[in-house]
């Protein structure tokens, strides 16, 4: 049986919503990511991507019908984005080349506030996830990670692909992104977080507190 996850159709419109003038950087993304993963000998194969994005999705969909208040849904999907997605990986690419000038402290601080602004900012978003599905297809392997398809079906509107992108470089199997129609949501925020670091003239410790206040 497809695994399934509930969403409406603003969800998905806000979802693509967050690229700006630094878009031009998603043009070598998927390959560039790459670099950002620990080199070792890959052992993942598609089955079991396959069954990290059923394993995820299940989790959302138990969270949705929970019939929790809002904190505690963005408090249970800050466990599953822990659990099954690479934040460090995500984290240091929404900050493209100034992750490189972190300290250990500032980089452990960003990831944490980097984790608690994404399960608020998509926690609300999957609380809306309701009227749809998502159907996991199959996965295949892309350079050095694992592609896994699935298909969104929404109401009134046409079906449309989500591919969530998985890797086991980093010791365990976990995604590293999602990618809506062709749009990454990592890049997507990539591209918020960089706007924010502008506002903040490049001060990481201030692009910090604001990830602790936002979402």
């Known amino acids: 049986m497809p695994t399934l996850i509930h969403m409406t159709a603003p969800t998905r419109t806000r979802m693509m919503s967050n690229f700006s003038r630094r878009s031009f950087l998603s043009a070598s993304a998927l390959t560039s990511v790459a670099t950002l993963l620990p080199t070792g000998v ?8 396959k069954t990290l994005v059923d394993k995820v999705v299940t989790d959302i969909n138990r969270v949705i019908g929970s019939g929790k208040s809002l904190s505690g849904m963005i408090s249970d999907f800050e466990k599953i984005f822990r659990k099954y997605a690479d934040v460090n990986v995500i984290a240091s690419s929404t900050l493209g080349a100034d992750s490189r000038r972190l300290s250990s402290g500032q980089k452990k601080a960003y990831v ?26 199959g996965a295949r392997k892309v350079k050095s990670w694992h592609e896994v398809k699935s298909t969104a079906y929404l109401k009134g509107e046409s079906p449309f692909e ?10 365990k199997d976990l995604f590293f992104d999602m ?29 910090i507190a604001d990830l602790k206040k936002a979402g």
């Open 112 to 137: 944490l506030a980097f984790r608690g602004y994404i399960a608020r900012k998509y926690g609300k978003r999957f609380k809306e996830f309701e009227g749809g599905r998502i159907e996991v297809k």
């Open 42 to 49: 890959l052992a993942l194969n598609d089955v079991q991507a």
């Open 162 to 171: 989500v591919l969530f992108l998985v890797s086991d470089r980093s010791g």
């Open 179 to 207: 990618v809506i129609e062709g749009v990454s949501l990592r890049l997507s925020e990539r591209t918020e977080i960089g706007s924010m670091l502008d506002r903040r003239n490049g001060d990481i410790n201030a692009l």
